[in-house]
């Protein structure tokens, strides 16, 4: 694994690294019961997105897709590349060019809530059958871009 990791950002109505994309959520799928989006829905908002990504060389080691609003519609490591902030870097990256970041987490993913809260998102509401399994979500949203700025430099030493 590289130590330095080169960042990429696929437009919107662009599909670069939508293959790679695939493959890395359905591995992460696979591995935890996570990102269980069929490929029609998943191709179409990846298209509809700005996408921020991390390779190493030609491996996706992540990446996030969001809305121009900032809602976030996937968000995926790759196992072997995570904890070492490039979940924190997307995010920031997202919040760059948008006015607010939200999205929506399984209430039984805690890895998820603990990782967003503790960038500051704030639990908005829970919704009720909120995915095609029948599990619950929350309503994530960043409530203070400001804490997002001083916990990246937190740990970045920006």
Same mark, same amino acid.
């Given at each position: 694994?590289?130590?330095?990791?080169?960042?990429?950002?696929?437009?919107?109505?662009?599909?670069?690294?939508?293959?790679?994309?695939?493959?890395?959520?359905?591995?992460?799928?696979?591995?935890?019961?996570?990102?269980?989006?069929?490929?029609?829905?998943?191709?179409?908002?990846?298209?509809?997105?700005?996408?921020?990504?991390?390779?190493?060389?030609?491996?996706?080691? &992540? %990446?996030?897709?969001? #809305?121009?609003?900032?809602?976030?519609?996937?968000? /995926?490591? =790759?196992?072997? @590349?995570?904890?070492? $902030?490039?979940?924190?870097?997307?995010?920031?990256?997202?919040?760059?060019?948008?006015?607010?970041?939200?999205?929506?987490?399984?209430?039984?993913?805690?890895?998820?809530?603990?990782?967003?809260?503790?960038? &500051? %998102?704030?639990?908005? #509401?829970?919704?009720?059958?909120?995915?095609?399994? /029948?599990? =619950?979500?929350? @309503?994530?949203?960043? $409530?203070?871009?400001?804490?997002?700025?001083?916990?990246?430099?937190?740990?970045?030493?920006?």
């Amino acid at each position: 694994m590289s130590v330095t990791l080169e960042r990429r950002v696929v437009p919107p109505g662009e599909d670069d690294y939508l293959q790679a994309a695939w493959e890395l959520k359905e591995a992460i799928r696979e591995e935890e019961g996570l990102l269980k989006q069929r490929w029609g829905f998943f191709a179409d908002a990846y298209r509809k997105a700005t996408v921020h990504a991390f390779f190493d060389g030609e491996t996706l080691a &992540g %990446f996030a897709a969001a #809305r121009g609003d900032g809602y976030i519609l996937f968000l /995926g490591i =790759d196992p072997d @590349y995570r904890g070492r $902030g490039l979940g924190e870097r997307l995010i920031a990256a997202i919040a760059e060019d948008a006015t607010g970041v939200s999205c929506h987490a399984r209430v039984s993913n805690r890895n998820a809530l603990e990782f967003y809260e503790h960038l &500051g %998102f704030e639990r908005v #509401r829970r919704i009720q059958d909120y995915y095609e399994d /029948g599990v =619950d979500a929350y @309503y994530l949203r960043l $409530g203070d871009s400001d804490r997002l700025l001083e916990r990246l430099t937190e740990l970045f030493g920006r």
